[in-house]
């Protein structure tokens, strides 16, 4: 029997262009301290990094852990280029790529995005690609598709214990630039939706996203005309534009029964609007928690780089 | 046999969002002087309007002439409203609704704009009715589709010489958000692209959207990895953009063959990309000016606002 709290054994931190946040693990993979702030690449300097990361370990009385990064600190922008790997890539293949961080008062390890390489559907992720080693570390589901919704959502194909491929849809960010910078913002008035996936908008927009993903861009400026001409509201229409790219993102993805279940790796709000639309598009939706799947991730990571810090806390 | 210069009878004005162009027209329908500026409707008051107006006047020399408007003008948040009127509308029920602007200085008629009010796809256009106009009144076409190119393209369906409906596509936007504040703009790197319709990386851009209207917006993250990967240039990936966007509007607007031939009201750069794009999806273009477009259109008001006039200077 440990004593509680377990004393950690690494520190796990996702670092990406907004967002800092680390994680102190125990043995067992569960987290025994945590900080997170704003200081993500966008507001870094690249000799910048390595002192924020030693305050927020020296703040949590943990200054000399080692330290498992993903995100977009492994960027060519970042602190220290993790370079992509190219899929089809397993697990193994992508910790084998990790990289350490040279000259670093820490033993600090990136762990590298992925690529498409193919010139006809080129794409890119970095920091996904964690959450991805984090369930087929744990029950594994070794096929299929993956949903990952965000700014950007991945949709990830599994075959055989690898990705296989990837494809990125801007949705999210689209979402946000037509309503706070297109013609929409006289629409949506400043206003959020519900972002309720039982919102009658939201699955109005819904239906006629899956109904015609082609569609979905010749049907944007009608919701500045039902402003307009029939009177709706701002949050209305914002719920209505969430449903449109969103039944468009995924009837698009799941188009000819590409898939009868979908692993959705999704927190918050996002987890049910694509569960739903998911599931209006005949699939199956099985939920994985986004931040416990980056959490397995770098836990996966940590125990191939220091095998021996688990062996002995775990003694 | 008239003198040249010929006076003019009445002032044509396209007041818009962001611009204003007020043109001297004679009695057969010629321009005998212009003049432009930047205030539009977004840079005045509604008690502005009258001032401009009379400045541009009397700076030709011509400060009592009557002034056919077309425009955001119009609108309710412009000088004075001219209430949409529904479709399907005749040109002779369009210019039934223009409103005199009251109290004013000057006789001051403001074409309407039109409205679908189909709650499935409810829309609105304001200024280029009267561009419908003026080639509905020239040698016009009774029935087809019409492109018009903008930041706000709307395409129009005519049958039996009225406006039967419309939809508006927000390419132009699009391309302006996603160039200037998405992530694209880190691949794009504040280049303009070529415009060229002949241009490779607009035609390939152009042979993917009209492949797949479907896929468009989940093709343009490839945009972004095609910078980082392969090392595509920023006025490329703007050609590209382009040609993508223009593929999946023309290609979901002309599906199932729903145009052999389209009447395309543009000028400029959008003239030749539209042209290339309805080209290779398989229509026959018909090309019509723009700016002629909308001049033909105010003539054809004046004539019915003021046929005195006419027939006075034409004698």
């Given at each position: 029997m440990q004593p509680h709290p377990a004393p950690p054994v690494f520190a796990a931190v996702d670092w990406g262009t907004t967002s800092f946040r680390l994680r102190l693990v125990d043995a067992r993979g569960e987290v025994v301290g945590e900080r997170r702030s704003e200081q993500g690449m966008r507001a870094?300097?690249?000799?910048?990094y390595a002192d924020v990361l030693a305050a927020h370990l020296a703040a949590l009385g943990a200054p000399a852990l080692p330290v498992a990064v993903c995100g977009?600190?492994?960027?060519?922008?970042?602190?220290?280029e993790a370079p992509y790997v190219d899929v089809p890539a397993s697990p193994g293949e992508i910790l084998d790529h990790a990289v350490r961080v040279p000259a670093a008062a820490l033993d600090v390890r990136i762990l590298p995005g992925l690529a498409?390489?193919?010139?006809?559907r080129p794409d890119v992720m970095r920091g996904e690609e964690t959450k991805l080693l984090g369930f087929l570390a744990g029950?594994?589901?070794?096929?299929g598709l993956v949903c990952m919704p965000g700014t950007h959502t991945k949709w990830v194909r599994l075959a055989g214990g690898r990705v296989a491929g990837f494809a990125t849809v801007m949705t999210g960010e689209l979402f946000a630039l037509l309503c706070?910078?297109?013609?929409?913002r006289h629409a949506v008035a400043g206003q959020e939706g519900t972002?309720?996936?039982?919102a009658p908008d939201f699955l109005a927009g819904l239906a006629r996203g899956l109904a015609d993903p082609g569609g979905a861009v010749a049907a944007l400026f009608a919701l500045r005309a039902r402003g307009l001409l029939?009177?709706?509201g701002g949050g209305e229409t914002a719920d209505r534009l969430s449903g449109l790219l969103i039944g468009a993102e995924v009837g698009g993805q799941l188009?000819?029964?590409?898939?009868?279940r979908v692993t959705l790796v999704a927190s918050g709000r996002l987890a049910g609007l694509y569960a739903r639309a998911i599931e209006a598009a005949g699939a199956e939706v099985r939920a994985i928690e986004a931040d416990r799947a980056v959490l397995d991730g770098l836990t996966l990571a940590a125990r191939r780089f220091w095998p021996e810090a688990f062996e002995r806390r775990s003694a």
């Open positions: 870094l300097a690249r000799d910048g977009m600190a492994g960027s060519r922008e970042g602190w220290h498409v390489r193919d010139p006809d029950e594994g589901e070794a096929d706070e910078q297109s013609i929409l972002g309720r996936p039982d029939l009177g709706a188009a000819d029964g590409a898939a009868r």
